[in-house]
C-alpha cells in the first residue's frame, strides 16, 4: 500500500457508520488537534464492550482488514470477530484504506473510558470523530516512550502552550 492508498477519512466514515465507540489517537489526532506531524496511519482506543467489539469487528472486515507487522505471515489464519478482539487488547491492520491500528488500552491510560472522558467531537473530514484531548496525548506519547513518539511529544507540548496563551 502506498501513501495514495491512505484513506482515513474512508476508515472514519465505516467506523461511524457501524456506530463504533472509539476515540482517535496517535499522530492524526494530533493532526487534528493542530499539530504539524503527519502520519500515514490511524490509530483508536476502542470501548471493549461485547457489543462494540462486533460492530468494530464488522467495520474492519468491512475495510478488508489484514493482520500486519514485522514478521506476520501474509497468510496467518486469523478470524476478525467480537470473540478475537475480546481475547487480545492492540492490534495492527492493513486495509483497503489503509493502516489501521486499534488499541484498547493505550500507554499511560486505562482505556476507552479514561480517554473518552476527555475527548471532544471534531469534524474530520465531514465525519463526526471523539478525538483525544492534547493532554492525554501528550500523556501516552510520554508513556509510549518511543524515539518517534517523544518528537511528536515536542510539538504537541509546543501547541498545548501556544493554545494555553490565546485564552
Known amino acids: 500500500m502506498t501513501a495514495a492508498d491512505f484513506r482515513p477519512i474512508d476508515v472514519l466514515e465505516t467506523l461511524a457508520r457501524h456506530r463504533v465507540g472509539f ?9 487534528a488537534r493542530g499539530s504539524p506531524v503527519i502520519t500515514g496511519d490511524i490509530d483508536i482506543c476502542y470501548a471493549r464492550d461485547p457489543d462494540n467489539l462486533g460492530r468494530l469487528a464488522d467495520a474492519l472486515n468491512e475495510l478488508g482488514a489484514k493482520l500486519r507487522g514485522r514478521g506476520v505471515p501474509e497468510d496467518l489464519p ?4 467480537a470473540k478475537t478482539l475480546e481475547a487480545g487488547d492492540s492490534f495492527t491492520f492493513g486495509t483497503n484504506a489503509g493502516s489501521v491500528d486499534i488499541l484498547g488500552t493505550p500507554s499511560g491510560t486505562s482505556g476507552f473510558p479514561d480517554l473518552d472522558a476527555g475527548a471532544t ?10 478525538v483525544a484531548s492534547l493532554d ?4 501516552m506519547k510520554r508513556a509510549a516512550g518511543r524515539t ?7 510539538w504537541l507540548k509546543a501547541l498545548r502552550e501556544e493554545q494555553k496563551g490565546r485564552r
Open 23 to 31: 476515540v482517535l489517537i496517535g499522530g492524526l489526532a494530533g493532526s
Open 78 to 81: 486469523f478470524r476478525l470477530d
Open 121 to 130: 467531537e471534531l469534524d474530520i473530514g465531514g465525519v463526526a470523530v471523539k
Open 136 to 139: 492525554d496525548l501528550i500523556r
Open 148 to 154: 518517534k513518539d517523544l518528537e511528536h511529544l515536542e
